[in-house]
């Protein structure tokens, strides 16, 4: 009976002893919350970080144009992402609870900042042309509204109808005089300032 339990505390001494050895020479990586010192870099082909929970808060993954960044908000739908497009880049922050977006975007195909309201149309368009810079403002249903444009020769604010329209249209021409013109429902000039 003494050999045995003999054995059986030899045994146990043997187990313990794995388990320190393990400890001190094999640190767990999984759930690690100290700092990592050095100069190292990691290479994956994603990266995800969560919350306590499990939820994704932050995630980096490769596209075909080239990479993206999520932030993720409460309800795991994307707030704020920045990614590339075929011929440069985009940022955009959303609410998540709608389609209510702003984005900022340079790339070959379109140059400035877009803001959509609730239900997802165009609300503000703010971009930059080879004369200076063009504003476009849209209605509920994404219908355009307004816009300043500046032209080769001049200023141009243009004031549409809901029938996208022309209105009234004012100018600051080339030799930088202003004039003011109005139109009517269908379309022709119904007067102007000043009178030519």
């Known amino acids: 009976m ?3 339990i003999g054995w059986m505390v030899a045994g146990g001494a043997l187990v313990l002893a794995g388990q320190l050895f393990g400890m001190l ?7 690690q919350r100290e700092a990592v010192t050095g100069s190292g870099h990691i290479t994956c082909e994603s990266l995800t970080i969560v919350d306590e929970e499990g939820k994704p808060r932050i995630s980096l993954f490769p596209q075909q144009e080239g990479g993206f960044i999520g ?3 409460a309800d795991g739908s994307v707030n704020a992402a920045m990614s590339a497009t075929p011929s440069g880049g985009t940022v955009f922050v959303t609410r998540g609870s709608d389609k209510s977006r702003t984005e900022i975007r340079l790339d070959q195909e379109s140059n400035g900042l877009y803001t959509l309201g609730a239900n997802g149309t165009k609300r503000v368009l703010l971009s930059a042309t080879p004369n200076g810079g063009d504003l476009s403002i849209f209605d509920r249903a994404g219908n355009l509204r307004a816009g300043v444009l500046v032209l080769d020769q001049g200023v141009a604010v243009s004031l549409l109808g809901k029938d996208a329209k022309r209105r009234a249209l004012m100018l600051v021409s080339p030799d930088d005089t ?3 013109a109005t139109f009517a429902k269908d379309g022709t000039r119904s007067g102007e300032l000043p009178d030519f």
Do not use: D, I, N, Q
Not at 25 to 31: C, D, Q, S
């Open 178 to 180: 202003g004039s003011v």
């Open 71 to 73: 932030v993720f908000g």
């Open 25 to 31: 020479l094999v640190p767990m990586a999984f759930g």
């Open 2 to 4: 003494r050999r045995r």
